[in-house]
């Protein structure tokens, strides 16, 4: 197959822009208009050469070399010796129109300028003739190299249904039959809109809805599935994999409408489906205007800022020209990382790397003192339960008093605003790491009525691909080989991305007034169990039999499900139909700064006498006391 390979990549791929195919087609078209010329008389006449009138052939032959050079210079300066004809399409045959009618034209004035004898018929002939002889030369081109392939690579070939029968699709099915790299066939085509069923694209029969794709993938043996729709929802996307995962075929995506515009749709485009995919909701993106307005000219601090959510949280407060951007964490590692790669994508900001913990209220002073923040993004934190489970006291010296020292610090200073990256955790918290989100949040509430600074949260669910998070963990498993392991058979969380999620602390930032507590609406739960099979599955394996799935049990301080607001919050709308405010719920002050105090003594005591305070300032708390 390697020589039949080479011989085709020779005669079909590098002659169709070669100097010897351009000289052949040269050739072919002097042939093809000075035989225009007698096949037109010859019509008109109904008869061989020998029946034209000899005034009439005299005059076509006299002038046979005149028109020939004209209209292969016509023809040059259409660029139909550039075109690289596998991939001819609508323009192409709109070239071959134009210089064939520029040349029956230039054949008209001359004719009747010169007053040479001609029929008034031979014109029209004699344009349709010479259109339908350049055409077939240069589109005949194809038909030979797909019979070509399908004698010699029929064998190879693998059957592909498109779900798509829009731009898309119809781009995607034309690059699979020109691509040398695939040897594809496309045996049908899905798609919802039955105006559409029964008609064809480039051949190819629109068969049917996407409910009809396990019975067409039986049907037709189909061995790869391409979802060619760059621009309907997540919903649908999410929709329609879950049906095609009813087969045994191999799913593709075509990776999102940005290709489809700058005509990037190629084969190597497309892209495996991946469990992003699967959300079922579309991403939401702040007011771009907005933040930048926002961003623009202050200076802006970032804790925690080598993390998932402050490294994003870092690249788009960049793309939005602050004055200065000072970057904070205990890590040096993960802050280099990031200071390399905003100096490299930014080369003109302004940006300071610290090192420093936030519970270190002589460092916050100096910071401050030395570089005026006007806004704070408070992203640094211990966040992983089950660890906080066993180090109680570490989560509460961190989370909590990490905070307290960071709202001191911008309320004494004059900070315009300061931002808390929370939880879903910390709504009726089961685990202390929830616990300690909710009293920053009660932090938040409480420095607002007392600063002239503006305090504000955003909460919001699990970040995909974040430190430690589910998804990288059942990646690694599932290329392990397995098993995968799942806590309990219903646990659900919620998920989104995590630029999703620093665009709605962006716009919090952006129209706080102080006081709120953004919440996202988040759309669907995903089930852990089904997130876990789904993964097996487009990993290309099957659950159970490839790889297992095992449950092991709910870890200390872990729900069943998590919730978003308390009952007592209720919801408030915004601008943004997918963002909204939960109302702060008040609480006793001095209560509060009592619990805080005893916290504060009792953080390095044991868990027991931690856990107890806890529920005091947390009455919602629900772990183990």
């Given at each position: 197959?390697?020589?039949?390979?080479?011989?085709?990549?020779?005669?079909?791929?590098k002659w169709d822009s070669s100097r010897i195919f351009r000289a052949i087609l040269i050739v072919m078209d002097i042939f093809a208009i000075y035989y225009s010329s007698i096949f037109a008389m010859m019509a008109r006449?109904?008869?061989?050469?020998?029946?034209?009138?000899?005034?009439?052939?005299?005059?076509?032959?006299?002038?046979?070399?005149?028109?020939?050079?004209?209209?292969?210079?016509?023809?040059?300066?259409?660029?139909?010796?550039?075109?690289?004809?596998?991939?001819?399409?609508?323009?192409?045959?709109?070239?071959?129109?134009?210089?064939?009618?520029?040349?029956?034209?230039?054949?008209?004035?001359?004719?009747?300028?010169?007053?040479?004898?001609?029929?008034?018929?031979?014109?029209?002939?004699?344009?349709?003739?010479?259109?339908?002889?350049?055409?077939?030369?240069?589109?005949?081109?194809?038909?030979?190299?797909?019979?070509?392939?399908?004698?010699?690579?029929?064998?190879?070939?693998?059957?592909?249904?498109?779900?798509?029968?829009?731009?898309?699709?119809?781009?995607?099915?034309?690059?699979?039959?020109?691509?040398?790299?695939?040897?594809?066939?496309?045996?049908?085509?899905?798609?919802?809109?039955?105006?559409?069923?029964?008609?064809?694209?480039?051949?190819?029969?629109?068969?049917?809805?996407?409910?009809?794709?396990?019975?067409?993938?039986?049907?037709?043996?189909?061995?790869?599935?391409?979802?060619?729709?760059?621009?309907?929802?997540?919903?649908?996307?999410?929709?329609?994999?879950?049906?095609?995962?009813?087969?045994?075929?191999?799913?593709?995506?075509?990776?999102?409408?940005?290709?489809?515009?700058?005509?990037?749709?190629?084969?190597?485009?497309?892209?495996?489906?991946?469990?992003?995919?699967?959300?079922?909701?579309?991403?939401?993106?702040?007011?771009?205007?907005?933040?930048?307005?926002?961003?623009?000219?202050?200076?802006?601090?970032?804790?925690?800022?080598?993390?998932?959510?402050?490294?994003?949280?870092?690249?788009?407060?960049?793309?939005?020209?602050?004055?200065?951007?000072?970057?904070?964490?205990?890590?040096?590692?993960?802050?280099?990382?990031?200071?390399?790669?905003?100096?490299?994508?930014?080369?003109?900001?302004?940006?300071?790397?610290?090192?420093?913990?936030?519970?270190?209220?002589?460092?916050?002073?100096?910071?401050?003192?030395?570089?005026?923040?006007?806004?704070?993004?408070?992203?640094?934190?211990?966040?992983?339960?089950?660890?906080?489970?066993?180090?109680?006291?570490?989560?509460?010296?961190?989370?909590?008093?990490?905070?307290?020292?960071?709202?001191?610090?911008?309320?004494?200073?004059?900070?315009?605003?300061?931002?808390?990256?929370?939880?879903?955790?910390?709504?009726?918290?089961?685990?202390?790491?929830?616990?300690?989100?909710?009293?920053?949040?009660?932090?938040?509430?409480?420095?607002?009525?007392?600063?002239?600074?503006?305090?504000?949260?955003?909460?919001?669910?699990n970040v995909l691909g974040s430190n430690g998070s589910v998804i990288p963990y059942f990646k690694k498993q599932i290329a392990e080989g397995g098993p995968v392991t799942v806590t309990h058979p219903d646990i659900i969380r919620y998920f989104m991305t995590i630029p999703e999620a620093v665009s709605l602390v962006l716009k919090a930032g952006a129209s706080a007034e102080g006081g709120e507590i953004f919440v996202l609406d988040m759309g669907?739960?995903?089930?852990?169990?089904?997130?876990?099979?789904?993964?097996?599955?487009?990993?290309?394996?099957?659950?159970?039999?490839?790889?297992?799935?095992?449950?092991?049990?709910?870890?200390?301080?872990?729900?069943?499900?998590?919730?978003?607001?308390?009952?007592?919050?209720?919801?408030?709308?915004?601008?943004?139909?997918?963002?909204?405010?939960?109302?702060?719920?008040?609480?006793?002050?001095?209560?509060?700064?009592?619990?805080?105090?005893?916290?504060?003594?009792?953080?390095?005591?044991?868990?027991?006498?931690?856990?107890?305070?806890?529920?005091?300032?947390?009455?919602?708390?629900?772990?183990?006391?």
């Amino acid at each position: 197959m390697d020589i039949k390979r080479k011989l085709e990549n020779i005669i079909f791929n590098k002659w169709d822009s070669s100097r010897i195919f351009r000289a052949i087609l040269i050739v072919m078209d002097i042939f093809a208009i000075y035989y225009s010329s007698i096949f037109a008389m010859m019509a008109r006449f109904n008869s061989s050469v020998s029946g034209i009138p000899g005034e009439y052939y005299d005059a076509i032959t006299g002038m046979s070399m005149y028109n020939i050079a004209f209209t292969i210079i016509v023809i040059y300066l259409c660029r139909l010796y550039n075109s690289i004809w596998r991939f001819a399409s609508i323009k192409e045959i709109m070239y071959i129109f134009a210089a064939t009618m520029i040349s029956t034209v230039a054949n008209f004035l001359v004719y009747f300028g010169f007053s040479i004898p001609i029929f008034r018929s031979y014109f029209p002939l004699y344009f349709l003739i010479l259109f339908s002889l350049i055409f077939i030369e240069r589109f005949s081109y194809r038909f030979v190299r797909a019979v070509y392939r399908m004698h010699f690579f029929s064998g190879l070939k693998k059957n592909i249904l498109i779900v798509g029968a829009g731009d898309a699709g119809n781009l995607a099915i034309r690059e699979l039959e020109m691509s040398n790299k695939l040897e594809s066939r496309v045996v049908g085509v899905i798609d919802d809109d039955k105006k559409k069923h029964g008609t064809y694209i480039q051949g190819v029969k629109v068969l049917g809805d996407r409910n009809k794709i396990p019975e067409y993938v039986k049907k037709y043996n189909v061995d790869e599935i391409i979802i060619a729709l760059p621009s309907v929802s997540k919903k649908d996307i999410k929709d329609i994999v879950n049906i095609c995962q009813e087969t045994d075929s191999k799913i593709k995506i075509l990776p999102g409408i940005y290709q489809l515009v700058t005509g990037e749709v190629e084969v190597s485009k497309l892209r495996n489906i991946q469990i992003e995919d699967l959300l079922g909701r579309d991403q939401v993106e702040a007011n771009s205007k907005e933040i930048g307005t926002y961003v623009a000219e202050k200076t802006v601090l970032v804790t925690g800022a080598g993390g998932s959510i402050g490294s994003e949280l870092s690249r788009q407060i960049s793309a939005n020209y602050p004055r200065r951007l000072i970057l904070l964490d205990i890590y040096e590692n993960t802050l280099y990382d990031i200071e390399r790669e905003l100096l490299k994508n930014y080369p003109g900001l302004d940006l300071i790397t610290l090192v420093g913990s936030v519970r270190n209220r002589s460092r916050l002073v100096h910071i401050f003192k030395e570089y005026k923040p006007d806004l704070i993004f408070h992203a640094a934190a211990h966040k992983h339960v089950p660890l906080m489970e066993d180090s109680p006291n570490e989560a509460i010296k961190n989370n909590v008093f990490g905070t307290m020292e960071l709202c001191k610090a911008a309320d004494e200073f004059g900070a315009e605003k300061l931002v808390l990256i929370s939880t879903d955790k910390a709504v009726n918290p089961t685990s202390v790491m929830g616990a300690s989100k909710r009293i920053c949040e009660m932090l938040v509430q409480y420095y607002n009525e007392r600063s002239n600074t503006n305090f504000v949260a955003v909460r919001f669910g699990n970040v995909l691909g974040s430190n430690g998070s589910v998804i990288p963990y059942f990646k690694k498993q599932i290329a392990e080989g397995g098993p995968v392991t799942v806590t309990h058979p219903d646990i659900i969380r919620y998920f989104m991305t995590i630029p999703e999620a620093v665009s709605l602390v962006l716009k919090a930032g952006a129209s706080a007034e102080g006081g709120e507590i953004f919440v996202l609406d988040m759309g669907e739960p995903v089930k852990i169990l089904d997130l876990a099979k789904n993964m097996i599955t487009l990993s290309g394996h099957e659950v159970g039999s490839d790889i297992e799935i095992v449950f092991t049990g709910l870890r200390p301080g872990e729900k069943l499900y998590e919730e978003l607001l308390m009952d007592e919050e209720g919801l408030e709308k915004t601008d943004n139909e997918l963002i909204y405010i939960g109302k702060p719920i008040k609480f006793d002050t001095e209560t509060f700064e009592a619990g805080l105090r005893k916290l504060y003594r009792v953080s390095y005591g044991e868990k027991g006498e931690i856990r107890k305070i806890i529920k005091e300032v947390v009455p919602t708390f629900k772990g183990k006391v």
